[in-house]
């Protein structure tokens, strides 16, 4: 099988954990988005994903009503592993080397979900026992990160976060955006790949 064609065939799954990561990535950057068919995927685009929107990502996904009430960021996580898993495989199983750039991607990729360390911080507070606690922990939460009067991006930018309880937040939204854009980048390779072939 030509490297192409073993591209192609990985593809196939690739696209399904694609789809999985988007659902997860529109149920916390865009609340009030019912289809995942309405998350935009485009390289030189932005989809209007504001630091604010992560205020709701502790409820239940109005998208993935299959997944029951679990809060939204605990299916993004799980839907972020699987895909990173699946790159990690195919970069260890395809050798890339009359695509390079797919490689440079799916590496970055991988570079991006292993470097960030957010995670076990931003799901504390749903590991909080007490119910009433843990509502009141997730609303003040979600009040920071609503909070006008704060420019958390700016703030960390400047270094100023560092320890802050809001630093994790910002991590998770840089993270998401960067993760967001190279799967862009990908589908682009993918779709100029599958140009080339022969009818």
Same mark, same amino acid.
């Given at each position: 099988?030509?490297?192409?064609?073993?591209?192609?065939?990985?593809?196939?799954?690739?696209?399904?954990?694609? $789809?999985?990561?988007? *659902?997860?990535?529109?149920?916390?950057?865009?609340?009030?988005?019912?289809?995942?068919? *309405?998350?935009?995927?485009?390289? #030189?685009?932005?989809? @209007?994903? #504001?630091?604010?929107?992560?205020?709701?990502?502790?409820?239940?996904?109005?998208?993935?009503?299959? !997944?029951?009430?679990?809060?939204?960021? @605990?299916?993004?996580? @799980?839907? @972020?592993?699987? /895909?990173?898993?699946?790159?990690?495989?195919?970069?260890?199983?395809?050798?890339?080397? +009359?695509?390079? $750039?797919?490689?440079?991607?799916?590496? %970055? +990729?991988? $570079?991006?979900?292993?470097?960030? &360390?957010?995670?076990?911080?931003?799901?504390?507070?749903?590991?909080? &026992?007490? #119910?009433?606690?843990?509502?009141?922990?997730?609303? #003040?939460?979600? *009040?920071?990160?609503?909070?006008? !009067?704060?420019?958390? /991006? %700016?703030?960390?930018?400047?270094? $100023?976060?560092?320890?802050?309880?809001?630093?994790?937040?910002? %991590?998770?939204? /840089?993270?998401?955006?960067?993760?967001?854009? /190279?799967?862009? !980048?990908?589908?682009? *390779?993918?779709?100029?790949? !599958?140009?080339?072939?022969?009818?």
């Amino acid at each position: 099988m030509s490297e192409k064609d073993e591209i192609i065939r990985r593809d196939r799954i690739m696209q399904q954990l694609i $789809e999985l990561y988007l *659902e997860g990535y529109a149920s916390i950057a865009i609340p009030n988005k019912q289809s995942v068919s *309405e998350v935009h995927i485009n390289a #030189a685009d932005d989809d @209007e994903f #504001a630091f604010s929107d992560l205020a709701g990502m502790y409820e239940p996904s109005l998208m993935i009503q299959k !997944k029951g009430v679990r809060p939204s960021i @605990e299916i993004f996580y @799980e839907n @972020e592993y699987k /895909l990173a898993k699946y790159v990690m495989d195919v970069i260890e199983n395809v050798d890339f080397e +009359f695509y390079p $750039e797919l490689l440079n991607i799916l590496t %970055a +990729f991988c $570079e991006t979900y292993i470097k960030s &360390d957010e995670k076990d911080m931003v799901l504390w507070p749903l590991t909080i &026992d007490n #119910a009433d606690n843990k509502k009141l922990v997730i609303a #003040a939460v979600s *009040e920071m990160i609503k909070d006008e !009067k704060q420019d958390w /991006l %700016a703030q960390d930018a400047q270094g $100023e976060l560092d320890g802050d309880r809001m630093k994790p937040y910002v %991590a998770l939204y /840089l993270k998401v955006r960067a993760e967001r854009r /190279l799967i862009a !980048k990908y589908m682009q *390779e993918i779709k100029n790949m !599958k140009c080339d072939m022969p009818l």
